[in-house]
């Protein structure tokens, strides 16, 4: 949470920019379409998890990071490499978890206020506390922007495509039985951004008229007690839902007009147990229900039986984690899928650690099912994967580095068969990289974190780098404190060869972000922050013009 405050982040995609292996690419300005890649894998192929619920479209199966605020949040888990015998369908590239913020102790709270180029306006609070055994926090937020044209200014368009955002995100807690816990979470958004339209052969032009509008609810229970001193009973309930409106009151194209709304229902029942000679176990049953919905196309669902099983084990420094996991699908039948880590100290600062598995992503309802598209016959997409590694440590853990080898191979990709003009499990891929970090703390707020990744990926049908990979990314956080109440952040992410979808090669990027706050009290600061300040203009998605320059100015009266 310290990290989210002093970068003064909105999104959560703009956090996980400066992950190693993590490359983000968002279509135009605030409120466009946002995809993550995890190590060169599809955004489709990232499970993204909230409070423990699946949060990825049944329609797309990938999740758009763009109303996705850091409200509410206590921390983000980024969890690279092969997942799906843990975490089931979607997580072959691996799996990012958003955990909420939990409250306790006396009442208290804060309020915070911005404003800034573009009409920016935001407004942002929370309140938390705990007594008798409970804790609760509720947090909400309002912004909004008249935003820039997605389609390229440099062709004369100028109509600016607004963002609207609500967020409110709350938590619940009690202790009981002396040592078991329940939590209840919530977390609710309801957005608003224009639309441009795209005409052949000029690409995306400005369109007045032409909007979206989104929702999202997700809430979950979950139940922990220990029975024994050496088994612990795990119960949670999860339910997500999304709902995409696009909007446009011209007869013209029909396609502007269109509703897609989608539900995720999940119950997991798990056990951990404590076994001899070191060993621990986790076994669980999940079940979980999709269902999709696009009107006038289709009105779908699948039901999906999974059990998993995990032995972690540790020895004179060796840690090893083996598990598996089947998943019964009531459309496609059962997938089976494996994963061994192992983690190494060699010493006290230098630590070995590697990863080999496999991952399956279920063919989605588009996949399935959209007219003149969709294929009841897909099988599943599927993956192995591997990484090694090495990292160390100097000055009592203060300053770590860590260098990382990885390597997938994905098979029965889903892509458009021109014999049939259906969907098929034909595309093939492999990607192989190199990931190395550096992190310097040496306390208080001073500290430094560089990332480099190289990623090496490839269609193997048409030996082109994979789309919106770029080959070369890199990034840079500073957080430092110049003088008695002044704290700074900063942060560049810089991305180097990369193509679009169509194969034409993208615009090298480089965005360097800050933000910059001085305390007048205790509890009062006032800030500045700025984002692209060199106001570079690469696309990271071929034809979607990139934000530029923007500046904010802002209050913050409280606890944070």
Known sequence: RAVIERRGAVT???????????????????????????????????????????????????FDWADLTV????????????QSAIYGSEALGGVI????????????????????????????????????????????????????????AARGNRERDPWENVTAAASLGRGWGGDGTA?????????????????????????????????????????????????????????????????????EPAFHRGVFSGTTADAELAADLALPAGHALSVGYVFERRRGEQAAAFDARADLHSLYLEDRFAWRGLEVALGARHDDHSVFGGETTWRATGSWRLGGATRLHG?????????????????????PELTPETSESWDLGVER?????????????????????????TRTFLAANLARAEVEGIETAVEWRPGGVWGLAAAYTLTDSEDLDTGELLPRRPRHLASLSVDLAPAPRWTLAA???????????????????????????????????AYAR???????????????????????????????
Do not use: C, M
């Open 97 to 152: 978890s958003i955990v909420s913020r939990r409250g306790g102790g006396e009442t208290a709270g804060g309020v915070s206020a911005e404003a800034g180029g573009r009409e920016w306006r935001r407004l942002a609070g929370r309140l938390a506390g705990g007594a008798g055994g409970w804790d609760w926090s509720v947090a909400a937020s309002s912004q909004e922007t008249d935003g820039l044209s997605h389609a390229p």
């Open 393 to 417: 440590s100097w000055r009592d853990g203060r300053l770590t580095a860590d260098l990382t080898v990885f390597a997938g191979r994905y098979r029965d990709l889903v892509t458009f068969d």
């Open 183 to 251: 939590r209840a979470t919530v977390r609710w958004f309801d957005a608003a951004s224009g639309l441009d339209d795209f005409v052949f052969p000029e690409g995306l032009v400005d369109d007045p008229n032409y909007s979206q509008e989104r929702r999202g609810l997700v809430a979950s229970v979950a139940v922990e007690k220990p029975v024994t001193a050496r088994w612990t009973q795990r119960l949670r309930v999860g339910f997500a839902d999304e709902e995409t409106r696009t909007l446009d009151p011209d007869p």
């Open 12 to 62: 959560v995609a703009e956090l996980l920019a400066t992950v190693p292996g993590v490359a983000v690419s968002r279509s135009g300005g605030p409120g466009g379409t946002t995809s993550v890649f995890l190590r060169g894998a599809s955004s489709s192929h990232t499970l993204v998890l909230v409070d423990g619920v699946r949060v990825n479209s049944t329609g797309s199966g990938a």
């Open 491 to 525: 942060t560049l992410v810089a991305a180097a060869d990369r193509i679009d979808s169509d194969g034409r090669r993208l615009d090298d990027t480089e965005r360097l972000d800050g933000r910059i706050e001085y305390a007048l009290t205790s509890r009062l600061g």
């Open 71 to 82: 409200d509410g949040v206590e921390r983000i888990e980024v969890l690279r490499g092969p």
């Open 355 to 375: 990863t080999w598995g496999t991952g399956f992503k279920a063919p989605t309802f588009v996949d399935l099912y959209f007219p003149f598209f969709g294929n």
């Open 530 to 560: 700025v984002e692209n300040l060199f106001d570079e203009d690469g696309e990271e998605v071929g034809g979607y013009a990139a934000a530029g320059a923007t500046a904010v100015v802002g209050v913050r009266y409280g606890v944070r």
